[in-house]
């Protein structure tokens, strides 16, 4: 298993830009799928973006596409997720998760969860 930490949320204007980053510490960091969730109030968490362990596939949620890019740096055992022209109802608790061995978008598939980091976007 991997321990996950997410940092760089934050308050953002609508328009802005962040980048979360997710960095892991444990074995084989390589062959994890790692992606980013979502939780806004009131709402079930949700898929945003995944970063396949292996041929360095990505996936995205509609919602985020265009918008929203995942990357890794398996040297630093980390992963980001650049999101640019962020909308209001993007406003939510952001997770990265960590799937073994596994090309995983669904929650249940992932093993390892971080605390999640808060990015709030204002109008």
């Known amino acids: 298993q991997v321990q996950l930490v997410e940092s760089g949320g934050g308050l953002v204007q609508a328009g802005g830009s962040l980048r979360l980053s997710c960095a892991a510490s444990?074995?084989?960091?390589?062959?994890?799928?790692i992606s980013w969730f979502r939780q806004a109030p009131g709402k079930e968490r949700e898929f945003v973006a995944a970063?396949?362990?292996?041929?360095?596939?990505?996936s995205y949620a509609d919602s985020v596409k265009g918008r929203f890019t995942i990357s890794r740096d398996n040297a630093k055992n980390t992963v980001y997720l650049q999101m640019n022209s962020l909308k209001c109802e993007d406003t939510a608790v952001y997770y990265c998760?960590?799937?073994?061995?596994?090309?995983?978008?669904?929650?249940?598939?992932?093993?390892?969860w971080g605390q999640g980091t808060q990015v709030t976007v204002s109008s």
């Open positions: 998760a960590a799937a073994y061995l596994r090309v995983a978008t669904t929650e249940g598939d992932f093993g390892s």
């Open positions: 444990g074995r084989a960091f390589s062959r994890y799928t």
């Open positions: 970063f396949s362990w292996t041929l360095g596939r990505t």
